[in-house]
Each structure stands twice: as structure tokens, then as C-alpha cells.
């Protein structure tokens, strides 16, 4: 996929509830070479929607008629990632709703298993790394965030 083998994904929910599911992926390379989003139309059975996250995310039901079903959202985040180790930074939350994903696509096994971020970052500069990347102003759209979040990960100071 990229010159730098890992890549940042970063995930939108329909809200934090144990019944929450996935609703957009972004992913970024974390050399910035590529990266892309796509939106997902709910799987049946998933209802759950927390008008407080619509306010964070400023996505609304209607916009994910427009996205990709959970099968194409499986296969296309697959072929997108494929041999990459995957980062994110709130790992409880976005491997849940990956997994959530994946099951609902009628995966058995997990697919793809995310590490945190601050993994990539050496000890000495851990705090400041994740200070930077908490001061950083998230605009909550999952393609705009994982750039955000490979592009301060990349930084010199951090990594190099």
C-alpha cells in the first residue's frame, strides 16, 4: 500500500452505546501517500442512532443511504489495508465497531486488529505525541481525522 507499512484508520459511530455500529471509515497511509472513506448503509438490526454523535459527526440517517452496504464496506476496507499494520487512537472503540462490521458481513473470525497509535511513537516522546494529538482540533469525518492522526504520528520530533 505505501512506502510506510502502516496505515490510520478512524472510525464514525451512529453514538457510543453497545449498540452502536460503525457508520463511516476513513483511512490514511501514514506516509500520506493514500488514503479514502467511504459511508456504510446500516445492516439490518442496527437502529441504534445517538443524536448527540449526529451533532459531533454531522451525519444524519439519510446520508448513509447513500454508502456502501456492510459487504462492500468489508471487501473495500480489505483490499484498502491489505498487508498493512493498522493504527488507530481509540482502539476499544474502533475495533469494536470493526469487529461489529465484519460479524455483520458474516465474518466468523476478526479481520483486522488495530494497535494504538502511540505504539509507533518511542517511549522519551509518548506525552508529548499524545498531548499534540489531543490539542489537535478533530473534525469528526473519518477520512479528515485518520489524516490528522498519520500526519502528527509522522512528524520528526515523534518518529524518524
Known amino acids: 500500500m505505501s512506502s510506510v507499512q ?4 478512524d472510525i464514525e459511530s451512529s453514538g457510543l452505546d453497545v449498540e452502536s455500529y ?4 476513513g483511512w490514511a497511509a501514514l506516509d500520506l501517500s493514500t488514503s479514502g472513506s467511504f459511508l456504510i448503509r446500516p445492516a439490518d438490526g442496527w437502529i441504534y442512532w445517538d443524536e448527540r454523535s449526529e451533532a459531533v459527526h454531522g451525519l444524519d440517517r439519510k446520508d448513509l443511504d447513500a454508502g456502501l452496504s456492510v459487504s462492500q464496506a468489508c471487501q ?7 498487508g498493512s499494520q493498522l493504527y488507530c487512537d481509540a482502539p476499544p472503540y474502533d475495533q469494536f465497531w470493526l469487529d461489529r462490521l465484519f460479524a455483520a458481513g458474516g465474518w466468523t473470525e476478526r479481520q483486522l486488529h488495530l494497535a494504538h497509535i502511540n505504539t509507533r511513537i518511542p517511549d522519551e516522546h509518548n506525552d ?3 498531548d499534540e494529538l489531543e490539542a489537535r482540533a478533530r473534525s469528526h469525518d473519518a477520512l479528515n481525522d485518520a489524516r490528522l492522526i498519520a500526519a502528527v504520528a ?5 518518529y524518524g
Open 6 to 9: 502502516g496505515v490510520v484508520i
Open 22 to 25: 460503525p457508520i463511516q471509515i
Open 76 to 82: 473495500k476496507l480489505l483490499i484498502a489495508v491489505v
Open 128 to 130: 508529548a505525541f499524545m
Open 154 to 158: 509522522m512528524r520528526p520530533k515523534y
